[in-house]
């Protein structure tokens, strides 16, 4: 049985801690995004009613970029702690999960082993299809399906209620956009098995994110600002 623990937070006392302060409740606003996103990405992964399975596609991909776009810009903060000698102590000091956690986000941050794969997978979905339409990027992906007869035909769905209303030629136009020109896979692949491949790369760093939030965040509250 799921169970839950609350501490209650003393505002001021956190004021005290400064930038760290600060710091902290950030951190506690990505890891709040990124746990939303990657429920609601969950829930859609899990059958759905017939009549809403026309939905379906489109909402994992919107929360996959979801993810990635929260996670990009909360990479900022995991820099922030890795270059603060007195935060990364207490990184340190976390149990031997949320250090591995650490450190496999870390490695993506620029200069870093994985940084270039983290750019690719992660980083430019944030910047061309969360937040941004890009006109270039659904220019050329709908020149390219439009050329090809097994591309030609889409179609939109509406229904008597607006959850129901899917423009399912959208969620085309962005899975090329994602798949064929930000993750570049070849058309001689398995487009589905590199795709889930890809968004299971990003989904992995989100997880590690929360594992390693959960951990450091109450961990800081505790010592610095609890009731």
Request: charged content about 25%; glycine content about 4%; proline content about 1%.
């Given at each position: 049985?799921?169970?839950?623990?609350?501490?209650?937070?003393?505002?001021?006392?956190?004021?005290?801690?400064?930038?760290?302060?600060?710091?902290?409740?950030?951190?506690?606003?990505?890891?709040?995004?990124?746990?939303?996103?990657?429920?609601?990405?969950?829930?859609?992964?899990?059958?759905?009613?017939?009549?809403?399975?026309?939905?379906?596609?489109?909402?994992?991909?919107?929360?996959?970029?979801l993810q990635c776009g929260h996670?990009?810009?909360?990479?900022?903060?995991?820099?922030?702690?890795?270059?603060?000698?007195?935060?990364?102590?207490?990184?340190?000091?976390?149990?031997?999960?949320?250090?591995?956690?650490?450190?496999?986000?870390?490695?993506?941050?620029?200069?870093?082993?994985?940084?270039?794969?983290?750019?690719?997978?992660?980083?430019?979905?944030?910047?061309?299809?969360?937040?941004?339409?890009?006109?270039?990027?659904?220019?050329?992906?709908?020149?390219?399906?439009?050329?090809?007869?097994?591309?030609?035909?889409?179609?939109?769905?509406?229904?008597?209620?607006?959850?129901?209303?899917?423009?399912?030629?959208?969620?085309?136009?962005?899975?090329?956009?994602?798949?064929?020109?930000?993750?570049?896979?070849?058309?001689?692949?398995?487009?589905?098995?590199?795709?889930?491949?890809?968004?299971?790369?990003?989904?992995?760093?989100?997880?590690?994110?929360?594992?390693?939030?959960?951990?450091?965040?109450?961990?800081?509250?505790?010592?610095?600002?609890?009731?």
């Amino acid at each position: 049985m799921s169970s839950t623990q609350t501490m209650f937070v003393d505002l001021q006392r956190l004021h005290s801690c400064g930038e760290s302060g600060s710091l902290i409740i950030r951190l506690m606003m990505a890891s709040n995004d990124i746990s939303l996103a990657n429920q609601c990405l969950s829930k859609f992964k899990e059958e759905q009613p017939p009549i809403r399975k026309h939905v379906q596609r489109g909402a994992c991909m919107y929360f996959i970029r979801l993810q990635c776009g929260h996670l990009n810009e909360a990479m900022k903060i995991i820099q922030e702690i890795r270059d603060d000698q007195n935060l990364y102590d207490r990184v340190e000091r976390c149990s031997r999960m949320a250090q591995d956690s650490f450190n496999k986000l870390a490695n993506c941050l620029k200069g870093n082993s994985d940084n270039d794969r983290f750019e690719q997978y992660v980083g430019q979905i944030r910047q061309n299809t969360v937040f941004h339409y890009s006109k270039k990027l659904v220019d050329r992906a709908l020149s390219d399906r439009s050329a090809r007869q097994e591309a030609r035909q889409s179609k939109i769905t509406r229904g008597d209620h607006i959850s129901l209303w899917r423009f399912e030629l959208a969620d085309d136009i962005v899975d090329s956009m994602v798949c064929r020109q930000i993750w570049k896979i070849p058309r001689n692949a398995d487009l589905r098995q590199k795709a889930d491949l890809n968004a299971d790369y990003g989904s992995d760093l989100c997880q590690a994110f929360l594992n390693f939030c959960g951990e450091f965040i109450f961990r800081y509250i505790k010592e610095h600002a609890v009731i």
